[in-house]
């Protein structure tokens, strides 16, 4: 995985931050199309007590890169988005489950707890191209496939959900 310093000092930085009681400011509103809603136990929110997302404001998160080959295609690509740890410091998640659900309606429930350090992101960006939606996009939960054996598995494939459009988070 490819992550900056200053990526893995932010990540601990708002952990620690909100474990301590530290408050995220609010969420600024979207100025064009969401392109994702977390709702449920969230307590940075922007819209009808949800955090709601457009491109840009996921852009305005901190960067992490993976670089990573997958089940999905030959080869490897480099990954951009935002760290799992980031996201949900960030929109104050409270709950230990994340049922995230694609653009087709697939669901698939994804434990807090995969949220970890040189761990999965939340990728709006392939290669350095915003991902279409006939492309897996516009975004896809991947984890560093490559960086940790544990990743190579039925179960953390089945958590890379594409075309992610709602995350509902609970206990």
């Known amino acids: 995985m490819k992550m900056t310093t200053a990526n893995v000092t932010f990540s601990v930085g708002l952990w620690i931050g909100l474990a301590f009681g530290a408050m995220a400011e609010k969420l600024p509103v979207p100025n064009t199309n969401p392109i994702l809603t977390v709702s449920g136990a969230v307590s940075n929110t922007n819209v009808k007590n949800n955090s709601v997302f457009d491109y840009e404001l996921l852009r305005s998160l901190p960067v992490t890169s993976i670089e990573t080959g997958s089940i999905w295609y030959?080869?490897?690509a480099i990954f951009e988005g935002v760290s799992l740890v980031d996201f949900l410091a960030?929109?104050?998640?409270?709950?230990?489950v994340l049922e995230v659900t694609a653009l087709n309606e697939y669901t698939i429930e994804i434990p807090v707890?995969?949220?970890?350090?040189?761990?999965?992101?939340?990728?709006?960006?392939?290669?350095?191209?915003?991902?279409?939606v006939r492309g897996k996009g516009p975004l896809w939960i991947?984890?560093?496939?490559?960086q940790?054996?544990?990743?190579?598995?039925?179960?953390?494939?089945?958590?890379s959900i594409w075309q992610v459009s709602r995350i509902n988070i609970r206990d």
């Open 148 to 159: 940790n054996i544990r990743y190579r598995s039925e179960v953390y494939y089945a958590r």
């Open 113 to 132: 707890s995969d949220a970890v350090i040189d761990g999965p992101i939340l990728a709006y960006l392939m290669n350095g191209e915003q991902m279409p």
């Open 90 to 96: 960030e929109i104050g998640a409270e709950g230990s």
């Open 74 to 76: 030959d080869g490897t």
């Open 142 to 146: 991947i984890y560093p496939y490559d």
